[in-house]
């Protein structure tokens, strides 16, 4: 951008500020302080979190015993814990992994299953049957899809197995990496349900190949991370978990370092895009920059990409 056109937007951004406000670019040096940890913020039983850097929240599962399978504690905190990232500004980013566990996991905890088998035993009427059914599906289905609705990215750092509610789960996230050891199953089918959360809607959305994913919807064929990565399931393919967490964190912490105003329009838009037309893709962005574009972040970027310094952005 040349000096004139720069000069042009810096006079027009410093007459936004209301008389008497603090200047619009007020908060370079002073505006981010350090975010808290979220090991002290957040107590799940099912799911740990820590604060490795700077408004990069890690969020592991915490079954190991059970190779992280979904218990309805799990389904419940990941719900909790996503709808309360979304409110946090400390935080910008998350990596979601699967902590000690030998794999991601093993998908829903098929003795959890089974006590629900036996509450639906001790109805005896169809409806209320159905209607406890219904109760815990949407709510299963909604806490893949809090992923979705939180605003902060979310990069899924899968290792070993990841299957059926695991797929289900990844699909909602923003970034997919993998260990060359990970392997994937849609596995519904192996125990006798059609998937319902989430993954038949979204897993064809985000390969974009209908036969190869419904191969694998009806058959529950288990694939490796070669071919995972060879259909645009994961992104990035790491030797190690080691290795996998360093590539994970590295991400995050880019994404942390940019205007939290600008990345979670971004997010915003990519969700709202992903099931609406091109045009109603347009206006929506129109809408959130109508705003974004007077927020100080807008000058910020635009003056440390100028002066060539890493810019502050204040919590958000
Ligand atoms: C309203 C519902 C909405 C949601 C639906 C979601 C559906 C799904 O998630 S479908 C998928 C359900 N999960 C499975 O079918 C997993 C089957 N398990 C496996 O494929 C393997 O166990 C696995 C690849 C995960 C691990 O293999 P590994 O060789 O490392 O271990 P194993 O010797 O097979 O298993 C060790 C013990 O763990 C028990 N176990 C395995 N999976 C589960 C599970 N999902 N829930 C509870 N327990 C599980 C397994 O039986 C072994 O137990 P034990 O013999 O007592 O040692």
Avoid at 296 to 309: C, H, P, T
């Amino acid at each position: 951008m040349n000096k004139v056109a720069f000069g042009a937007i810096f006079s027009t951004l410093k007459t936004m500020a209301r008389p008497g406000a603090a200047p619009i670019a007020r908060n370079l040096c002073a505006a981010a302080k350090s975010s808290s940890d979220a090991s002290e913020k957040y107590n799940f039983k099912t799911l740990k979190l820590t604060t490795p850097s700077p408004f990069v929240v890690h969020v592991e599962f915490n079954r190991p015993d059970r190779m992280n399978a979904f218990n309805r504690q799990l389904w419940t905190e990941i719900k909790d814990c996503f709808e309360q990232l979304h409110n946090d500004p400390d935080c910008r980013v998350v990596v979601l992994s699967g902590g000690a566990s030998k794999h991601f996991t093993a998908g829903i905890d098929l003795f959890d299953m089974m006590k629900l088998g036996q509450e639906l035993g001790a109805i005896e009427e169809v409806g209320r049957r159905g209607r406890l059914l219904e109760g815990t599906i949407k709510l299963y289905q909604d806490c893949i899809t809090s992923l979705e609705l939180c605003y902060k990215p979310v990069i899924v750092a899968v290792h070993s197995a990841c299957i059926g509610a695991g797929l289900n789960l990844i699909t909602a996230a923003d970034v997919r990496y993998c260990t060359r050891d990970a392997f994937f199953s849609l596995k519904e089918v192996d125990i006798g349900l059609a998937a319902d959360v989430g993954a038949l809607q979204r897993f064809p959305r985000v390969v974009g190949n209908q036969s190869w994913v419904r191969e694998l919807s009806f058959t529950a064929r288990r694939f490796a991370s070669d071919e995972a990565f060879s259909h645009g399931l994961v992104s990035r393919l790491f030797d190690n978990r080691e290795e996998l967490l360093k590539g994970a964190m590295k991400l995050a912490e880019e994404i942390a370092s940019k205007s939290p105003i600008a990345v979670q329009g971004t997010k915003k838009n990519l969700v709202y895009s992903a099931d609406h037309t091109v045009q109603e893709g347009l206006d929506h962005i129109r809408g959130i920059n109508m705003l974004n574009l007077q927020s100080e972040d807008f000058l910020n970027a635009i003056m440390a990409s100028q002066s060539k310094e890493t810019p502050v952005f204040a919590k958000l």
